[in-house]
């Protein structure tokens, strides 16, 4: 039974690009949530989506943009990179309802 | 919103000893307490969750206890093994809301001397 995977497992990039980060979710899943890891703190949610719709938004700009698909994969979109962009990006997925939420081994993003 | 705070952020122990680590939850409403473990180049492992109906739950050697009046949890690990080594989060959750996100504690690294 396959976990969340992400790709790219690393990635880097200069200030002012543009990246699209990709995730599948566990099977049988069906809800995507991202969350930002910044080097020593705690993942930081930016958005989920569910139905391929955005259900919630944490406090991140409009640089960051998601999309789910039917097959409920999901990309994480993030224009005009700044310096302080580089993190970890992290996919969870989830079934809807009283599921708890799993986590890929995420993206290394960094910034030049 | 909801904050999460985590102590101590470091923690080193021999191995075979127990290790505790403590947060505390900001939002009365928060019902769902996942703990998840780091290791090295990893994401998140969800090792452990109890939530609010429950006052303890355990797997093995890990064990997680709620007190809902004060608003903290608790992850004890008993006999522990170089093998635990890893950077340990605590979470909290308001679950059959609209609300969706998993807020996060800053982290507690543990160390296990053999």
């Known amino acids: 039974d396959a976990g969340v995977t992400q790709s790219p497992t690393h990635l880097i990039k200069t200030r002012g690009q543009q990246v699209t980060l990709r995730c599948s979710p566990k099977s049988g899943h069906d809800t995507v949530s991202w969350y930002q890891q910044a080097l020593g703190q705690g993942p930081q949610f930016i958005f989920q989506y569910y139905e391929e719709e955005e259900r919630q938004r944490g406090n991140f700009p409009d640089r960051f943009s998601g999309h789910q698909f039917p097959n409920y994969s999901s990309e994480l979109n993030v224009n005009a990179l700044l310096l302080g962009d580089s993190a970890l990006y992290l996919c969870a997925s989830s079934r809807q309802g009283n599921q708890p939420q799993h986590f890929g081994d995420g993206t290394r993003l960094s910034i030049l | 919103g909801e904050n999460v705070e985590q102590h101590p952020s470091t923690l080193s122990v021999q191995e075979g000893d127990s290790a505790v680590i403590k947060c505390t939850y900001s939002d009365s409403a928060s019902n769902y307490f996942p703990w998840y473990k780091q290791e090295l180049g990893k994401g998140p492992q969800l090792i452990i969750d109890i939530r609010s109906n429950v006052g303890e739950k355990k797997d093995q050697r890990i064990a997680v206890t709620l007190n809902k009046t004060a608003k903290h949890f608790s992850l004890h690990i008993t006999e522990t093994q170089p093998e635990d080594s890893a950077v340990y989060f605590c979470?909290?959750?308001?679950?059959?809301?609209?609300?969706?996100?998993?807020?996060f504690g800053s982290g507690t690294r543990l160390q296990v001397q053999p």
């Open positions: 979470a909290a959750h308001l679950m059959d809301t609209g609300r969706r996100a998993l807020t």
